[in-house]
């Protein structure tokens, strides 16, 4: 390779020294996600759970289409496409659908007692995936953060009951998305932060649409006006316009620390329910929701005891308007 050439690589570790920037892209993304549970709650109420967990795929996906082919993106290559299916069947398939079918039966806030949860599987698919390495007390502090969240959670729902199938829905909606976003934060320092979410978009839109228009077929969607926005949302930022800050704050990383920020967001998610549902708002609540959010900056704060980046190489985003694909330069 002649000097001072570039190519894109594969890239393991953080893109950028300075993790405040991807600390706020990923909050942009958890604000963005907090409205999820809450909205797919209002949804369910007049449209079927399989429509819309489908439904808000094919929304989402046509935004997506568009986009790449707007900017001309180029395709994904080799091995590559097999990792955007490993993100399309993590948040494209899997979290939608098993949170729809959850919340047909339990409020937005006992979801929240599971979803809770994300943060420390997140952090866990990061380090077996990404081959990060945080230090003990980061694992501390993320144990103690999830058991806050749960715990507080659990108190507003009034308690978690017994193990029922909402549960196990919620619990595997759970593991979905920690192995999407960590694959998904890879995968976007290669390809872009929003090209990775519209092509896993685009590659699972065949299955997509198949079911929703079963669903459609089988019970034809009525619902009222506040329905619809509600599915309105859940396809046009929960599963696009999210994953644009959310998988750059991924990428930029590291994404242990990062994925920490979810955090906060059943606590958003709590807050939004008492909002939008009506749902109780109590000062168990909001102490509870101080700890995790306490915790959640502990565990950002906290440094990887692995080296940042590979020496020789400097890693950088770009971000021209057209795409934010990451480039190595390899001197010599």
């Known amino acids: 390779m002649k000097a001072n050439s570039s190519a894109t690589l594969q890239i393991d570790h953080p893109l950028s020294s300075r993790p405040a920037t991807g600390l706020w892209w990923g909050l942009v993304g958890v604000a963005a996600f907090s409205f999820t549970l809450p909205f797919t709650r209002v949804a369910v109420a007049g449209l079927s759970p399989l429509f819309i967990g489908s439904g808000r795929a094919v929304v989402a996906t046509v935004l997506a289409a568009f986009a790449l082919a707007l900017t001309r993106q180029r395709l994904p290559r080799g091995v590559q496409w097999a990792r955007v299916a490993v993100v399309a069947g993590g948040v494209v398939v899997g979290f939608p659908l098993l949170t729809s079918f959850a919340l047909t039966s339990v409020p937005a806030s006992h979801g929240a007692v599971v979803i809770a949860l994300l943060p420390a599987a997140t952090a866990t698919m990061a380090v077996i995936r990404g081959h990060e390495r945080p230090p003990k007390t980061f694992w501390i502090i993320t144990g103690a953060g999830a058991v806050a969240a749960f715990g507080f959670a659990a108190a507003q729902s009034g308690g978690t009951g017994d193990l029922q199938l909402a549960d196990l829905l919620l619990f595997g909606a759970v593991v979905s998305a920690a192995i999407g976003y960590a694959e998904g934060g ?74 920490q920020i979810q955090l906060v967001q059943p606590v958003l998610s709590i807050g939004w329910a008492a909002l939008i549902l009506g749902e109780d708002l109590t000062w168990a609540t909001i102490i509870g929701g101080t700890a995790v959010i306490l915790c959640a900056g502990l565990a950002v704060r906290s440094r990887p005891s692995a080296a940042r980046a590979t020496a020789g190489n400097i890693a950088e985003v770009k971000d021209n308007g057209k795409d934010d694909t990451v480039t190595v330069k390899q001197p010599g």
């Not at 990383?253 to 990062?258: E, R």
Request: proline residues 7%; hydrophobic residues 60%; without cysteine.
């Open 186 to 259: 890879l995968l976007a320092r290669e390809l872009g932060s929003w090209q990775t979410v519209s092509w896993a978009l685009v590659l699972a839109s065949p299955l997509m649409v198949a079911i929703a228009a079963f669903s459609v077929a089988s019970q034809p969607p009525s619902a009222t006006p506040v329905q619809w926005a509600a599915f309105a949302y859940l396809g046009v930022v929960s599963m696009f316009f999210g994953f644009f800050a959310w998988y750059r704050g991924l990428a930029i990383g590291p994404m242990a620390q990062v994925s």
